[in-house]
């Protein structure tokens, strides 16, 4: 017999088995808290922060970009929301086998930008910007609620997930946003400082490369163009992807604040575009959407008339007048009694009434994707204004010039703007305020009339209000708006 070892002296050992397959662990997730982005004012990193959320909780649709670095090093980031592709697992089996495949690109691409889709249906892309004047939080958070509406309440907004895929970048300026958090509320600009000056920032909203001339070249001024088209970090970020997503935009959108009207081009001229009959439409619908959410009132028209000024530089114009996008708007949020930065209690208000006018626009714009075709259109309007003499400008004097009238805004477009009556002014001014109040007013009659039940915004009684006064020889309704709004 063979001899036998003692139970003291015998040694556990793993099978070899054991050691060549280990237990299966499924990977662990990266947990990323999640800010609050319907009640409060976050910063550059919180919405930084609640972008790499998204991504992590829906991977297979939502992906995040980096454009760019600002002056002070802060990234300029797009989020992109692709319902439609075959790596969607929440889509049927049928669905996917229909849908584009899910470009991935390597980890050493160069490319920040989305892929750009080509086929028949290649331009069913909505580009949403937000941010772009520092001291508009309201326009930051409202690019926010938008994004919050797509993504984590998908299942209600899956109607224009199908039809439609969604970029949005809703900080384009984080450098002058911080400053005007933490510095100087009133803060408009970027703040890239200019050689051999005390002064810093230019306005990233004149600085795009359409009659750039024709802006102020005053370094002390609000509205500053810069020193050259695409002269700062900000706007070259937001080029970069404008550009080579250029054949799939079909709409885009500049949330600004706080003019309570939806605009279109165009900024630079007092001319109409072609389409303006359409855009106009495409205006009219969103302003009708959130008319019928709780009564609040837009005005519409093109930009150049509802201001009574011209605005050359924009990024709205570029977009409509350079790269030829079929619908292009500028959506100016309420309210002037609100001003830039309304109290807390109204962001989730105003980011979900918004959601109702942008979410029927995007639905408006995709049934007129086929009634405008812009590959024959003529040439670009010439400008309203120029700038005597050559050089960057910085001391000419500004000559007003009025372009050819056209047929459909000819009326009153040949008078001095100091002939224009101060009167519809201040009667606007004072109905947009009593408007204001008594939404409010008819929210807290109905909380106390439900006895502390919250109703919700639909439920509420619609505001009767007086339509605004509308000036003649206008191809939009409403009167001049106060310096400074969207400019």
Request: one cysteine or more; proline letters at 8%.
């Amino acid at each position: 017999m063979l001899p036998t070892k003692s139970k003291r002296n015998v040694k556990p050992t793993r099978g070899k088995a054991a050691l060549a397959e280990p237990p299966i662990v499924p990977p662990r997730r990266v947990i990323i808290p999640r800010p609050d982005v319907l009640h409060n004012y976050l910063d550059h990193k919180q919405i930084c922060q609640y972008m790499d959320y998204l991504c992590n909780r829906y991977p297979h649709f939502v992906r995040s970009y980096t454009l760019g670095l600002t002056h002070e090093r802060r990234e300029v980031r797009a989020l992109e929301i692709n319902w439609m592709n075959s790596a969607n697992v929440e889509l049927s089996q049928q669905l996917r086998q229909h849908s584009p495949p899910q470009v991935y690109l390597p980890a050493n691409s160069k490319t920040p930008c989305p892929v750009v889709i080509k086929g028949e249906q290649c331009r069913n892309t909505i580009f949403i910007e937000a941010g772009t004047h520092a001291r508009e939080w309201i326009g930051v958070t409202t690019a926010l609620n938008c994004i919050y509406q797509l993504t984590e309440r998908h299942t209600r907004n899956i109607e224009v997930l199908r039809k439609l895929r969604f970029i949005i970048v809703p900080l384009v300026n984080p450098d002058g946003y911080e400053y005007s958090r933490n510095k100087n509320p009133n803060w408009r600009k970027n703040r890239r400082p200019h050689k051999s000056t005390k002064f810093v920032g230019t306005d990233c909203n004149r600085n795009y490369d359409i009659f750039w001339n024709s802006g102020t070249g005053k370094m002390n001024r609000n509205t500053y163009k810069g020193e050259r088209p695409f002269s700062e970090p900000e706007t070259r970020a937001l080029r970069s992807m404008l550009d080579r997503l250029g054949p799939n935009l079909l709409f885009f959108l500049s949330l600004h604040s706080y003019g309570q009207s939806i605009m279109y081009p165009w900024g630079y001229s007092r001319d109409p575009p072609l389409f303006w009959r359409e855009l106009s439409t495409l205006a009219n619908s969103g302003k009708c959407a959130i008319k019928s959410y709780n009564g609040r009132e837009y005005r519409t028209g093109s930009i150049s008339c509802l201001t009574k000024r011209t605005i050359a530089g924009s990024v709205v114009d570029y977009v409509y007048g350079v790269l030829r996008v079929p619908m292009a708007l500028v959506m100016e949020l309420p309210s002037r009694d609100l001003g830039f930065q309304p109290p807390v209690e109204m962001i989730s208000q105003i980011g979900h009434e918004s959601w109702y006018g942008i979410r029927e626009m995007c639905k408006r714009a995709y049934d007129l994707r086929h009634q405008i075709q812009r590959e024959t259109e003529p040439a670009l309007p010439a400008a309203a204004i120029y700038q005597a003499g050559a050089g960057d400008g910085a001391g000419n004097e500004v000559v007003a010039m009025e372009s050819k009238p056209a047929a459909a805004a000819t009326a009153n477009t040949d008078e001095p703007q100091q002939a224009t009556p101060k009167k519809p002014k201040k009667r606007v001014k004072r109905s947009v305020r009593a408007q204001h109040e008594y939404i409010l007013k008819l929210q807290k009659s109905s909380k106390a009339a439900a006895a502390g039940a919250r109703l919700h915004p639909r439920q509420m009684p619609k505001v009767a209000s007086a339509p605004p006064a509308r000036l003649p020889g206008a191809h939009g309704d409403g009167p001049k708006l106060p310096l400074g709004v969207f400019l």
